[in-house]
Nanobody, 117 residues
């Protein structure tokens, strides 16, 4: 059974920081590209950041330079370090895995991030 479990969300003031985690089980972690998406109220889910099986990363322009994605293959976990948070970053953040061989995606249940003073 595949499980992607996000944690680390919460309420933070503008310009603050949060670190999200996503622990994966039931997948061959080293064979999966991993990503973060987010969905704000009333909006579609959007791409935030991705890290490939080889460790390369890319980001949405809005978070480039503020967010950093990383992975720990020994712990089957990815992270999203979020700095200089803005109210516009408020959303539910979802973890995504994408198997490079079988082209199969999985999603976590999401973790709420709220940026407000």
């Amino acid at each position: 059974q595949v499980q992607l479990v996000e944690s680390g969300g919460g309420l933070v003031r503008p310009e603050g920081s949060l670190r999200l985690s996503c622990a994966a089980s039931g997948i061959i972690f080293s064979r999966n590209h991993m990503a973060w998406y987010r969905q704000a109220p009333g909006k579609q889910r959007e791409f935030v950041a991705r890290i490939t099986v080889g460790g390369s990363s890319d980001y949405d322009d809005f978070v480039q330079g503020r967010f950093t994605i990383s992975r720990d293959n020994a712990k089957n976990t990815i992270y999203l370090q979020m700095n200089s948070l803005k109210p516009e970053d408020t959303a539910v953040y979802y973890c995504n895995s994408s198997d490079v061989i079988f082209d199969k995606d999985n999603w976590g249940q999401g973790t709420q991030v709220t940026v407000a003073s």
